[in-house]
């Protein structure tokens, strides 16, 4: 079995991610190949394919919302992915599992909902959303009418799980601001749910963006278990390969898998980006040590980072006060002055794209 060492693995990584080199694909394309972008916060997903995209403007992905090309709705891992229309209908369906686990044990809501029918809560949710868009606290609201003796946020949370509830505009629009809304998908989209989702397709999916991977790996990125099921069966049909820990690493035949020694240039990478999300061993893109320094920040918050030659280096932060905007970055580990001057320059850039209505634009290396 061929080994293929870990910047062999961070290659193609980076080459299925867009990160070699930005993309000449449109905003959809890019979401469509990406399997969706990690959308928690409204805004992140605009940098997220800036810094992946040859042209890209704001007004690309906005206009996909706005024209219901795009939508945000929970997906992998039970977290807010903004994904193409086609696959908020072929995604959703196969998470459903995620949703009806977090109703049984979710710490806040899980005992308000133990002696409710939640299927007539989901129907009587959809019938409400069905007349306009709603708030989570409007929602729970309506549903409290009819369940007077269970809180509202718990109504709502229940509808939620057993719907596919996208996010409407005006929330992440680009220059927009407006609270978390909701309509069920298929009423948003005009189109039904997919009713027999394969999960082979998805495992094909993930390995499109994300390989090549072990079958943790998909787990990790999914939030779905017994994957081993679904991969097995595709081995005559996939690569395999060995990491430098023996694990087996399962490929597209056909995906790119450039050598490990290809010079990749430094990148920005946004708040929640699914590359630093989406496998069980992380280190292929960041170092243990500075892995547990990303996700040990305080309130969950996970800032935006860079990449240097591939790797996670550091931090960085966008600031803006009046009319001036200053990029923050934030060295984790030691980075050559050759590379300090490629940042400063990415960082210009990606200032001009953010804040392209500030009248002074400055960018800082600070001390760790």
């Not at 997220?48 to 996909?64: K, M, N, V, Y």
């Not at 409007?138 to 946020?153: F, H, K, N, Q, T």
Request: glycine share 6%.
């Amino acid at each position: 079995m061929e080994v293929l060492s870990l910047r062999a693995v961070n290659r193609a990584t980076l080459a299925r991610q867009l990160l070699v080199e930005r993309a000449a694909r449109t905003a959809e394309e890019a979401v469509e190949h990406l399997v969706g972008l990690q959308a928690q916060a409204p805004f992140p997903p605009y940098t997220g394919l800036w810094t992946r995209l040859a042209g890209f403007r704001p007004e690309h992905l906005a206009d996909a919302l706005l024209e219901r090309r795009v939508v945000r709705v929970v997906l992998m891992r039970g977290t807010v992915h903004l994904v193409t229309a086609a696959d908020a209908c072929f995604l959703r369906p196969l998470v459903q599992v995620i949703m009806d686990r977090d109703l049984g044990t979710n710490t806040l809501h899980a005992r308000h909902l133990a002696d409710v029918d939640v299927a007539k809560v989901a129907d009587a949710a959809r019938l409400a959303l069905e007349e306009r868009s709603l708030t989570a606290k409007e929602l729970g609201g309506v549903l409290a009418e009819r369940w007077p003796d269970v809180p509202p946020g718990s109504l709502a949370h229940a509808a939620r799980g057993l719907l596919a509830l996208v996010q409407v505009p005006p929330r992440a629009v680009w220059g927009r601001a407006g609270q978390t809304a909701y309509r069920t998908t298929e009423h948003w989209l005009g189109r039904p749910l997919d009713p027999a989702p394969e999960l082979a397709r998805l495992v094909r999916r993930y390995l499109a963006a994300f390989g090549p991977a072990t079958v943790n790996d998909i787990q990790a990125w999914s939030g779905l278990t017994r994957l081993r099921e679904v991969v097995e069966p595709l081995r005559p049909e996939l690569r395999v390969f060995a990491d430098e820990q023996g694990r087996e690493l399962f490929d597209l035949p056909d995906a790119p898998r450039p050598p490990a020694d290809l010079p990749v240039p430094v990148r920005f990478l946004p708040e929640f980006d699914n590359l630093l999300l989406s496998h069980a061993d992380r280190t292929r893109v960041i170092r243990e040590e500075l892995r547990k320094r990303l996700f040990g920040v305080k309130n969950g918050v996970f800032p935006g980072t860079f990449l240097v030659d591939g790797f996670v280096r550091g931090a960085w932060r966008l600031t803006k006060q009046r009319k001036a905007a200053t990029l923050t970055i934030t060295p984790w580990a030691t980075v050559s002055k050759r590379d300090t001057a490629a940042l400063v320059r990415e960082g210009a850039r990606m200032l001009e794209f953010a804040a392209a209505d500030a009248q002074t634009r400055d960018v800082v290396m600070a001390p760790d």
